[in-house]
């Protein structure tokens, strides 16, 4: 499959890490496979050489620097309203749903400046995707209530998103092995979970900065992919500050929105929604990559009382 190592990522998103609440968009947990970059004669090259034959990928010919990965994916996403202490949530809040999800993914790096993603993720909403007992068996645990509405949450319904996204970089360095880079992105994401059309800006300041292209996020987000290339490492250790924005214009959203073909819960979406972000990351040779960071994400539902702001941890390992 690869002629290099492989790695594993486990992304946790939460409102409480950094923050006393427990609402709107209040937990996520993905984690993720990263292949070794794909040999010449591996049958992982195919979708590649297909994806490049309709324009998405751009060039795979041999003897490029150009790096194609392939990842697998296993997630968790739980919505919840502002107050989670009603019986009967109240119409004008956020339903409660949960989003369980696998899928598959593949990315290029080409030249180490443009850097292409698609990716498939296919999963259940509603009562089958554990959202209730994850959050409550886990408030039950730590000592603190409950969440009471989740009889109302949205029906089960199977879910699929497919997004494209493609991304560039420019990069200026610095003395001592340090750089400043602006990564600029624009990408869309089709399916009856989500519907939308994104433009991003990642700016970073570090050394090492050409082994990834930003943080593992779960969707929608700003970044959002596991990929990190240690091939293109210059010594054994590597960090970076990052800051950035996205816009997301939006047709479809079901944990607003509701189900697509049954009566359910449901509030006005925003159809413009933004997030900023900003964090840390640090990464050890190929071994071992940790980062924090922040986003606060406007309000994406009519009457919603405040921003969302949640925090994410990821961890990331080499084998």
């Known amino acids: 499959m690869g002629d290099d190592s492989g790695r594993i990522t486990l992304t946790e998103e939460n409102d409480s890490i950094a923050f006393p609440t427990d609402r709107y968009y209040t937990q996520g947990l993905e984690l993720s496979y990263l292949s070794g970059n794909v ?36 997630g968790q996403s739980i919505f919840t309203p502002n107050d989670t202490s009603a019986v009967n949530p109240d119409r004008d809040d956020r339903p409660y749903a949960g989003w369980a999800y696998g899928g598959i993914g593949f990315v290029q790096d080409t030249g180490r400046r443009r850097f292409d993603t698609i990716e498939l993720l296919v999963g259940i909403v509603g009562p089958g995707a554990q959202g209730r007992l994850a959050q409550n068996d886990w408030h039950q645990f730590i000592g603190i209530d409950g ?11 199977p879910g699929v998103m497919l997004t494209y996204e493609r991304k560039y970089r420019f990069i200026q360095p610095l003395l001592d092995g340090f750089a400043i880079e602006a990564i600029p992105e624009a990408g869309a994401t089709i399916g009856n979970v989500m519907t939308y059309a994104q433009v991003s800006l990642l700016l970073r300041f570090g050394c090492n900065l ?18 990190f290339n240690d091939t293109y490492l210059e010594g054994p250790f590597g960090f970076y500050t990052y800051v950035g924005a996205q816009g997301r214009a939006v047709a479809r959203n079901i944990f607003l929105d509701g189900n697509s073909f049954r009566d359910s819960r449901d509030v006005d979406k925003e159809v413009f929604v933004g997030d900023i972000v900003g964090g840390i990351a640090m990464f050890w040779s190929s071994a ?3 980062d924090a960071g922040f986003t606060y994400r406007t309000q994406d539902f009519e009457g919603q009382d405040d921003a969302a702001k949640f925090a994410n941890i990821n961890l990331s390992l080499g084998f």
Not at 147 to 157: L, P, T
């Open 210 to 227: 050409e082994a990834d292209y930003g943080p593992n996020r779960i969707r929608p987000a700003l970044s959002g992919t596991n990929y």
């Open 147 to 157: 969440a009471n509405g989740w009889d109302y949450q949205i029906h089960n319904e």
């Open 288 to 290: 071992v990559k940790l």
């Open 39 to 74: 040999v010449t004669d591996s049958a992982w090259l195919i979708p590649f050489s297909r994806l490049s034959a309709i324009g998405l990928f751009g060039a795979t010919r041999d003897g490029g620097d150009v790096a194609r990965r392939y990842r697998i994916i296993l």
